[in-house]
């Protein structure tokens, strides 16, 4: 114990790194509601931001912070959303990124000796395959900004029997990152950060009820915070577990 | 008779396992994208595990012939060089075939009560640890892994016991096209020994099998010093790719 709090220290001190600036092109996925919108509201005054969600343009506008450009990105086709997410790239004009958090997710509750194989293959497409497509293709752009890529894994990737599926692509994420960050060493800084149960509405979209045991969950600001500071530490990966964020809250709004 | 279900059944490991099986008395039925000539016992369904609508075409009449004493889950592909050299499609399919297609078989066979007795996922020794040069490859097996340990206890309320088992670099042809230049074949274990370790732990219903001392000790080192262990590889791996292989 008396020996890992110096440990800490001395990874906060080195990673004071760059705070993302205004200059920075930030790109978060999945970033309509949840964790992702957390976050894009977080960075809204200091960065420029691409957010990517499922839902069309219009639909979610209203909620998206001011000056935020947007893409339509359903991850439940990677290929199409990978497509999506390089034309905007493109149509912004940014040759380079700073930073770029695949957020997005998806899951379903249930036994797994039921789980129909569409829901299997979308939990897989829209969490891993989509995720993985994405950062090869934002290869070049991350290289050439000497950026930072950050995955949002979870705390099941080390196995839940009510969403297999889920847990088996998140543990599949970090896998990716775990050989990315060794890979892109000196190029690219890559990182997963894994959130514990977090206060949003996925529970509620994944058929899952987490009764009284959800007013311990995070809540979504407390845990973009805690992925932000995650994202410039100077670990590959950071697990965000309930002894992480219990005791936590981000300050309110400035 | 008692009757197995392999995949991945033509070369390499599965190959093993189908003749270990046979030999022990199984009727087996094997999976694979070319069927093997002249086995006998053994029934071949041909189809590309890569290929979402030929699984689910074949899935039917694959739990036609179940139910199954045993499942093992052996078909893998990999890709090998840097992250980003390796075309989207590549991925694709390797995801598919390592990945999602086990997950679909296995939740098709428990809904129609095709499986009973054992299944066995073939994930790989890369779980525990970081694998630079196989990014996609490592997670894949992650995630195939962390998929049969999440539906050990589900699944064995409906009487199939779950095995992982995370075989090392193996004596086969798969591995050597993979292999980093210079790797020294002779630390590669045997199929037939991996064959015989993996089928007893899935037999005897054991949660994990390591097969070979090397590779224990290797996931040891990889429990302990993830990082290093990581690092390592780097050196020994990623660093001595030739170009991208998929």
Same mark, same amino acid.
């Given at each position: 114990?008396?020996?890992?709090?110096?440990?800490?220290?001395?990874?906060?001190?080195?990673?004071? $790194?760059?705070? !993302? *600036?205004?200059?920075?092109?930030?790109?978060?996925?999945?970033?309509?509601?949840?964790?992702? =919108?957390?976050?894009?509201?977080?960075?809204?005054?200091?960065?420029?931001?691409?957010?990517?969600?499922?839902? $069309?343009?219009?639909?979610?506008?209203?909620?998206? !912070?001011?000056?935020?450009?947007?893409?339509?990105?359903?991850?439940?086709?990677?290929?199409?959303?990978?497509?999506?997410?390089?034309?905007?790239?493109?149509?912004?004009?940014?040759?380079?990124?700073? =930073?770029?958090?695949?957020?997005?997710?998806? *899951?379903?509750?249930?036994?797994?000796?039921?789980? !129909?194989?569409?829901?299997?293959?979308?939990?897989?497409?829209?969490? =891993?395959?989509?995720?993985?497509?994405?950062?090869?293709?934002?290869?070049?752009?991350?290289?050439?900004?000497?950026?930072?890529?950050?995955?949002?894994?979870?705390?099941?990737?080390?196995?839940?029997?009510?969403?297999?599926?889920?847990?088996?692509?998140?543990?599949?994420?970090?896998?990716?990152?775990?050989?990315?960050?060794?890979?892109?060493?000196?190029?690219?800084?890559?990182?997963?950060?894994?959130?514990?149960?977090?206060?949003?509405?996925?529970?509620?979209?994944?058929?899952?009820?987490?009764?009284?045991?959800?007013?311990?969950?995070?809540?979504?600001?407390?845990?973009?915070?805690?992925?932000?500071?995650?994202?410039?530490?100077?670990?590959?990966?950071?697990?965000?577990?309930?002894?992480?964020?219990?005791?936590?809250?981000? $300050? *309110? !709004?400035? | 008779?008692?009757?197995?279900? #392999?995949?991945?059944? @033509?070369?390499?490991?599965?190959?093993?396992?189908?003749?270990?099986?046979?030999?022990?008395?199984?009727? %087996?039925? /094997? &999976?694979?994208? %070319?069927?093997?000539?002249?086995?006998?016992? &053994?029934?071949?369904?041909?189809?590309?595990?890569?290929?979402?609508? /030929?699984?689910?075409?074949?899935?039917?009449?694959?739990?036609? @012939?179940?139910?199954?004493?045993?499942?093992?889950?052996?078909?893998?592909?990999?890709?090998?060089?840097?992250?980003?050299?390796?075309? /989207?499609? /590549?991925?694709?399919?390797?995801?598919?075939?390592?990945?999602?297609?086990?997950?679909?078989?296995?939740?098709?066979?428990?809904?129609?009560?095709?499986?009973?007795?054992?299944?066995?996922?073939?994930?790989?020794?890369?779980?525990?640890?970081?694998?630079?040069?196989?990014?996609?490859?490592?997670?894949?097996?992650?995630?195939?892994?962390?998929?049969?340990?999440? #539906?050990?206890?589900?699944?064995?309320?409906?009487?199939?016991?779950? @095995?992982?088992?995370?075989?090392?670099?193996?004596?086969?042809?798969?591995?050597?096209?993979?292999?980093?230049?210079?790797?020294?074949?002779?630390?590669?274990?045997?199929?037939?020994?991996?064959?015989?370790?993996?089928?007893?732990?899935?037999?005897?219903?054991?949660?994990?099998? #390591?097969?070979?001392?090397?590779?224990?000790?290797?996931?040891?080192?990889?429990?302990?010093?993830?990082?290093?262990?990581?690092?390592?590889?780097?050196?020994? %791996?990623?660093?001595?790719?030739?170009?991208? &292989?998929?």
């Amino acid at each position: 114990m008396t020996k890992s709090a110096p440990a800490r220290t001395e990874a906060q001190t080195e990673i004071g $790194p760059r705070s !993302p *600036g205004m200059t920075d092109r930030v790109l978060i996925t999945g970033a309509t509601s949840g964790i992702g =919108l957390a976050l894009a509201n977080r960075l809204s005054q200091r960065a420029r931001l691409l957010l990517t969600g499922r839902r $069309p343009e219009d639909a979610v506008r209203s909620v998206l !912070p001011a000056g935020a450009a947007y893409a339509c990105a359903d991850q439940t086709s990677p290929e199409a959303a990978v497509a999506a997410i390089e034309a905007a790239l493109a149509r912004l004009g940014w040759d380079g990124l700073d =930073l770029a958090v695949l957020n997005a997710g998806t *899951g379903f509750v249930g036994d797994p000796a039921d789980e !129909p194989a569409a829901r299997l293959r979308a939990t897989l497409d829209a969490n =891993l395959i989509a995720a993985l497509l994405i950062s090869r293709a934002l290869y070049p752009r991350l290289a050439s900004a000497r950026g930072r890529l950050v995955l949002v894994g979870s705390t099941a990737r080390r196995g839940a029997a009510d969403f297999a599926s889920y847990a088996a692509s998140k543990a599949g994420l970090h896998g990716l990152a775990r050989a990315l960050a060794e890979e892109w060493r000196g190029r690219v800084e890559v990182r997963i950060v894994h959130p514990g149960p977090t206060a949003t509405a996925m529970h509620a979209k994944a058929g899952h009820d987490p009764g009284r045991l959800g007013r311990l969950f995070a809540p979504p600001d407390t845990m973009a915070m805690l992925i932000e500071r995650a994202a410039g530490s100077a670990r590959p990966v950071t697990n965000l577990s309930f002894s992480r964020f219990a005791w936590r809250r981000a $300050p *309110g !709004p400035r | 008779m008692k009757r197995a279900l #392999v995949t991945g059944a @033509t070369h390499g490991l599965g190959r093993t396992m189908v003749a270990l099986l046979i030999e022990r008395g199984y009727a %087996v039925v /094997a &999976v694979d994208r %070319v069927a093997a000539a002249g086995r006998n016992g &053994v029934t071949d369904f041909v189809c590309d595990l890569a290929d979402r609508d /030929a699984v689910d075409r074949m899935l039917p009449r694959l739990i036609g @012939t179940g139910p199954f004493d045993l499942v093992v889950f052996n078909a893998g592909v990999s890709a090998t060089g840097r992250f980003e050299e390796v075309p /989207a499609e /590549a991925y694709r399919r390797l995801l598919t075939v390592n990945a999602e297609t086990p997950m679909v078989m296995a939740a098709a066979l428990m809904r129609a009560g095709a499986a009973r007795g054992a299944m066995c996922f073939v994930s790989s020794l890369s779980h525990f640890t970081g694998y630079p040069g196989a990014a996609a490859y490592a997670a894949s097996k992650d995630a195939l892994a962390i998929y049969a340990i999440s #539906v050990r206890k589900p699944f064995a309320r409906r009487g199939v016991s779950v @095995t992982l088992a995370c075989p090392g670099p193996l004596r086969t042809e798969h591995a050597a096209r993979h292999a980093p230049d210079g790797a020294d074949e002779n630390l590669r274990l045997e199929p037939a020994t991996a064959a015989r370790l993996i089928l007893d732990a899935a037999l005897t219903g054991r949660r994990l099998v #390591v097969p070979g001392r090397n590779a224990r000790l290797f996931a040891l080192a990889g429990r302990i010093r993830p990082q290093a262990v990581t690092r390592w590889m780097r050196r020994l %791996v990623f660093e001595r790719l030739g170009r991208a &292989v998929w």
